[in-house]
């Protein structure tokens, strides 16, 4: 269960949202949104922290948390991330991704998190709104490393 729950993180990350603002700058500007000056390693540190923390709440047997725990978690971890914001010289489409997958973990409720309710929020998507969560799935990966490659061994059963 354990896997299956990092998998949905990764699905909520990099594809589930509407999109929000318009492309965002520095904190406190006229555009508002999230900072872009970020240094890499604060970025990957706020954004790699999902994946440790959403593991750390699972029990020892592996058995998912209660998604009011898990939805505090994506929450916190979103407030963190608009703090961080993002580092200079991401692309525009994988900014517009980290926006959309912002705003796809402040409108998410209890109940998204329940059977297929995250695949349910991909299919609202529009096609620019898929390409921008892959973009910035494609640059955490790039620029983070893919953080389920620690947390499960591709050998291990999922």
Known sequence: MKHALLAASLVLIGGG???CGDGG?????????APTAASKTEFCDAFNSLFTDVGQLAGADGEAPAEEELLEQFKKWADTMEDVG???????????????????????QPEDLEGEGLAALEDKLSE???????????????????????????????
Not at 86 to 108: K, S
Not at 136 to 158: I, K, R, W
């Open 25 to 33: 700058g520095e904190a406190g500007s006229e555009t508002g949104g």
């Open 17 to 19: 949202a509407v999109a």
């Open 86 to 108: 993002t580092p200079e010289g991401i692309p525009d489409d994988a900014r517009a991704g980290f926006e959309v997958a912002m705003q796809q973990v402040e409108d998410l």
């Open 128 to 158: 620019d709104e898929k390409a921008q969560g892959q973009a910035f799935t494609t640059y955490t990966n790039e620029t983070c490393g893919d953080p389920l490659e620690e947390l499960v061994p591709s050998d291990a059963p999922s």
